[in-house]
């Protein structure tokens, strides 16, 4: 029932029924094995932790992670939940190591490489950030956020034609993508192919990107507009 209350969206009446499945679980577990109480006892905490996280109460949502992960060791999506808990939480770090263990326990996690990569793009390790998300593609080759991301961290460290490659992959992947339009034309403007970046620019706007439109209305713009 915590489930349903959390798939439509009401987290409180989540939370309660989780909190009731954990009060359950604690009269009932001594006629459970200790196998069956790491994959159910920790399965609650995990889910209330969810719901939490959603209320924006991060911290509330990592004690509940933390407390599934002392129940069961080798929950990844416990340790996946609490690393993005923490990143929301500006414990950068602490995300950074619980990805990590995530990854060691599900070596084939294509969300928790993708997620460890923006928070080292975020820190400015943008090698450590390409890595992750070539990892990440490894893993999923149409996971069109990891080429969106790559891109931008290549673009960082100055491998435009590289950005634009993977930019234009995860138009490939996405053709909706307005951020990776938007992206490859600014690359294509750095390097001086105007004429495409403008055709790049307008196509994100026609793609509905506010941002790139209000943009568009500014001088900085001036010379796409007249073309």
Not at 85 to 98: F, H, L, R, V
Not at 116 to 128: M, Q, T, Y
Not at 162 to 182: L, M, Q
Not at 183 to 210: F, T, Y
Request: a negative charge.
């Amino acid at each position: 029932r915590g489930f349903a209350k959390d798939m439509s969206q009401d987290y409180e009446g989540a939370i309660a029924d989780y909190s009731k499945a954990i009060e359950l679980q604690s009269k009932t577990i001594q006629n459970v094995d200790s196998h069956s109480r790491k994959s159910w006892d920790a399965i609650p905490y995990n889910n209330r932790g969810n719901a939490k996280s959603k209320l924006e109460d991060y911290y509330g949502a990592i004690a509940d992670y933390t407390r599934a992960i002392e129940i069961n060791p080798s929950y990844d999506n416990a340790y996946y939940n609490r690393g993005f808990a923490k990143d929301m939480s500006q414990d950068y770090e602490g995300a950074i190591a619980d990805y990590t263990k995530a990854i060691e326990i599900n070596p084939r996690y294509a969300m928790a490489f993708s997620n460890r990569g923006l928070i080292k793009s975020k820190l400015e390790d943008h090698e450590g950030a390409i890595a992750d998300y070539s990892k990440t593609i490894e893993i999923d080759p149409t996971f069109n956020d990891a080429y969106y991301n790559r891109g931008n961290s290549k673009r960082q460290l100055g491998d435009y034609y590289g950005a634009i490659a993977d930019f234009s992959k995860a138009i490939e992947i996405n053709p909706s993508d307005s951020e990776a339009y938007t992206n490859r034309g600014h690359v294509k403007e750095i390097i001086g192919d105007k004429k495409d970046a403008c055709e790049d620019i307008k196509k994100a706007i026609q793609l509905g990107n506010e941002t790139i439109k209000n943009w568009f209305q500014t001088d900085r713009a001036s010379w796409c507009r007249n073309m």
